[in-house]
Each structure stands twice: as C-alpha cells, then as structure tokens.
C-alpha cells in the first residue's frame, strides 16, 4: 500500500461565471468534478488521503457561499497552506533532519481544477477564476504552480490534473508572488517527479459531460481509470497515461461527438493506488498436466514481461486452485517457478469477472 501521510491536495471546481455574458458561460460539471475528485482522494481505497489535507473549493465548499468564487487569491492561499502544514508537520513530528527528509521524498501534492480554461503561450493550461469578466480575466496557471514547486523542491511529487480548454485568447499569464523559500525541499536529484494531465491538446477544447455522465470527459476517464478501469494489481503514471490516451477520445465521440485528445506527460513510476477489486479464479488442471499433483500454485502478475507480484493459489481440491486477483495479466507457474527459466507456464488474464479456467 502507498504510503500517503505526506500527501496533499487542492481541488477546484468553478461552473459559474457571473460576470462573463451575465452567466450565459457557466458550466455543467466542474463543481461534480471536483466533489467527485475530492471523494477519490479521501477514499481509503482510492488516493487514502486524510479529509484534513484534502481542500476542496467549489462554489459550496468551504461552507457554502455566493458567486464569484473560488477566486484566484483563495486557491493560491490553499497552495501554500499545503505547503506550510507539511514543513510544520515535519518540523513537530519527526525527531531528525534524516527523518524529515525521508518525509519529503514520500510526499505529494495534488493540484486539480475543473472549470473555463486558455493556453495563451502553448504550454499551459490555465484556470479561468470565478470573477473573470470579459474585459478582465482572472486565471491561475498551473504551468506556473508547477514551474514554482518545482524549482524550490516543495513537495517531492506533483501531480497537476486539469480539466479545462485550452484555446488560445491573446492574455498574458498572471505571475505567481510566492517567497517559497520557507518551504523549499532538499537537493535530490531525481526529485520532485511529476505526472501533468491535460484535458486536451493546445488550442483545443475539452468537453463537457454528456447525458450518461455526471463528470466531464477528462474528469469520467480519470475517475474510471484510478477507480479500477486500469488493469493491474497497482495504477502507475505509465498506466494511468496509456489508459486516458485510449478512453478521453473514445469517450468524446461517444457522448459529444466531438475530437477530444489529452496531452500527458508523466515522470515513471508515480503510484497512485493499489487496485482492490478482485475477481474469484478457479483454475482446473488438465488430466495429466505438470499442474495437476501441485499442492499449489504461484500467479504472477506480468507487465513487459517483468514480473510485478507473486500471489499463491492453494490447491481447494486434487488439481483445483482458487484465490482472488484483481484485473491483469498474469502466469501461472509452480510454487516458486520461473517463467524464464523452463518452468511449466500459463496465461491468464483476468478481466473483471469471476474465472474458470482449465490449465495445463
């Protein structure tokens, strides 16, 4: 299980504008997107996160207050907050500096937003706040949160997730007056990672949801992919990333009709989760097979014909294994068999439903 007590998050969902077109521009689903992301990440089968360093802000919360909010200030605030609780935290809790450290690396800091969004340089995607006018437009950069935290260490991983359009509009990006100094991490060289999701590619929109869904495509596909639809005992950047490359379009022209293609960039190895949903496995050896007088056998998750995990299924009967696996690919050897190495070998895939399979 990853160990999340130095993870944090800030969530923003913003679907009304109230000075943009008198609200003709308010949206459908940020406010859900981000109500659903915040219960994903204080799920303790999902991001695990503790309620308590998980600041979701929508229009209801905190509180419940009147348009426009968030604005740019609030969710600026709620950054360094993050920032603030952690290097306290470590400063009051842990006995030494090689602890604080050890801290460090283990941390995280979510950023999600949801709402109207613009690219004005190609790299970015930048959140329209919630009293944006048309004449005056207040946004918050994420390309610049990230650049920020970055280049002072703050965290020792960032995840930066928006759900937002990226269409050019000609306004310059508002800089960040941060002092991270007070916060600033340690000189590791392969730290911070960072895994960045993107709604959609440069100049191109991103859609809301259709009738079937409550989440906007990019938020539906996310959702999907960290709550099970990614195969595999454990949800990794590289995973999570081949996995939103495949459904946000398939999504998009299913419910909108419309060309939708996020960009992702991610550093290897990022673990968002432990996929707890298992399937049952009965697995039946063939008369006369090498897995037929076995009082086990072993399953080994396989991914790039690397084994992931090894998971022992005992013998219920004469040549009959049984256990539980969640989704993924798998092959099934001798206790403590190698694959590589002669040992008798069989596929199986386990593909969210309960498998009955003959081996041998």
Same mark, same amino acid.
């Given at each position: 299980?990853?160990?999340?007590?130095?993870?944090?998050?800030?969530?923003?969902?913003?679907?009304?504008?109230?000075?943009? #077109?008198?609200? /003709?521009?308010?949206?459908?689903?940020?406010?859900?997107?981000?109500?659903? $992301?915040?219960?994903?990440?204080?799920?303790?089968?999902?991001?695990?996160?503790?309620?308590?360093?998980?600041?979701? @802000? =929508?229009?209801?919360?905190?509180? *419940?207050?009147?348009?426009?909010?968030?604005? @740019?200030?609030?969710?600026?605030?709620?950054?360094?907050?993050?920032?603030?609780?952690?290097?306290?935290?470590?400063?009051?809790?842990?006995?030494?500096?090689?602890?604080?450290?050890?801290?460090?690396?283990?941390? /995280? @800091?979510?950023?999600?937003?949801?709402?109207?969004?613009?690219?004005?340089?190609?790299?970015?995607?930048?959140?329209?706040?919630?009293?944006?006018?048309?004449?005056?437009?207040?946004?918050?950069?994420?390309?610049?949160?990230?650049?920020?935290?970055?280049? #002072?260490?703050?965290? *020792?991983?960032?995840?930066?997730?928006?759900?937002?359009?990226?269409?050019?509009?000609?306004?310059?990006?508002?800089?960040?007056?941060?002092?991270?100094?007070?916060?600033?991490? +340690? &000189?590791?060289?392969? @730290?911070?990672? =960072?895994?960045?999701?993107?709604?959609?590619?440069?100049?191109?929109?991103?859609? #809301?949801? *259709?009738?079937? +869904?409550?989440?906007?495509?990019?938020?539906?596909?996310?959702?999907?992919?960290?709550?099970?639809?990614?195969?595999? &005992?454990?949800?990794?950047?590289?995973?999570?990333?081949?996995?939103?490359?495949?459904?946000?379009?398939?999504?998009?022209?299913?419910?909108?009709?419309?060309?939708?293609?996020?960009?992702?960039?991610?550093?290897?190895?990022?673990?968002? $989760?432990?996929?707890?949903?298992? +399937?049952?496995?009965?697995?039946?050896?063939?008369?006369?097979?090498?897995?037929?007088?076995?009082?086990?056998?072993?399953?080994? #998750?396989?991914?790039?014909?690397?084994?992931?995990?090894?998971?022992?299924?005992?013998?219920?009967?004469?040549?009959?294994?049984?256990?539980?696996?969640?989704?993924?690919?798998?092959?099934?050897?001798?206790?403590?068999?190698?694959? $590589?190495?002669?040992?008798?070998?069989?596929?199986?895939?386990?593909?969210?439903?309960?498998? &009955?399979?003959?081996?041998?």
């Amino acid at each position: 299980m990853t160990d999340t007590t130095w993870h944090y998050a800030v969530v923003v969902g913003i679907d009304q504008y109230p000075r943009i #077109e008198n609200g /003709r521009k308010n949206l459908r689903g940020p406010m859900e997107d981000a109500e659903d $992301m915040a219960a994903w990440l204080t799920d303790a089968k999902g991001g695990n996160l503790d309620p308590g360093r998980v600041k979701l @802000l =929508t229009r209801k919360a905190p509180g *419940g207050r009147n348009p426009p909010v968030p604005v @740019l200030d609030e969710i600026t605030d709620a950054i360094l907050g993050c920032a603030a609780d952690f290097v306290d935290r470590r400063k009051t809790t842990l006995p030494n500096e090689a602890a604080r450290k050890a801290a460090w690396q283990k941390s /995280r @800091l979510y950023f999600y937003v949801s709402g109207h969004g613009i690219d004005d340089e190609g790299d970015d995607a930048a959140l329209i706040t919630a009293n944006a006018s048309s004449v005056s437009l207040n946004h918050i950069s994420t390309r610049n949160v990230l650049n920020k935290l970055t280049k #002072e260490r703050v965290f *020792g991983e960032l995840v930066i997730l928006a759900d937002c359009c990226r269409e050019m509009i000609g306004v310059g990006m508002q800089p960040l007056i941060w002092d991270l100094s007070p916060y600033r991490g +340690y &000189n590791v060289r392969s @730290l911070p990672r =960072t895994f960045i999701g993107l709604a959609s590619r440069n100049r191109h929109k991103a859609f #809301e949801p *259709g009738d079937k +869904y409550r989440n906007s495509i990019f938020t539906q596909a996310l959702l999907e992919g960290l709550k099970g639809g990614v195969s595999g &005992n454990v949800v990794t950047s590289e995973t999570l990333e081949k996995f939103l490359y495949s459904v946000v379009p398939k999504l998009a022209q299913e419910q909108k009709g419309e060309d939708q293609d996020p960009k992702i960039d991610g550093d290897p190895d990022i673990v968002f $989760m432990h996929n707890s949903t298992n +399937y049952q496995v009965t697995l039946t050896a063939r008369p006369g097979s090498p897995f037929a007088e076995l009082p086990a056998v072993d399953v080994l #998750e396989t991914d790039k014909a690397v084994v992931r995990s090894r998971v022992p299924l005992p013998a219920a009967a004469p040549g009959v294994f049984k256990g539980a696996l969640p989704t993924g690919f798998y092959a099934i050897v001798p206790p403590g068999g190698d694959p $590589m190495a002669g040992s008798p070998v069989h596929p199986l895939s386990v593909l969210g439903k309960d498998t &009955n399979e003959a081996i041998g």
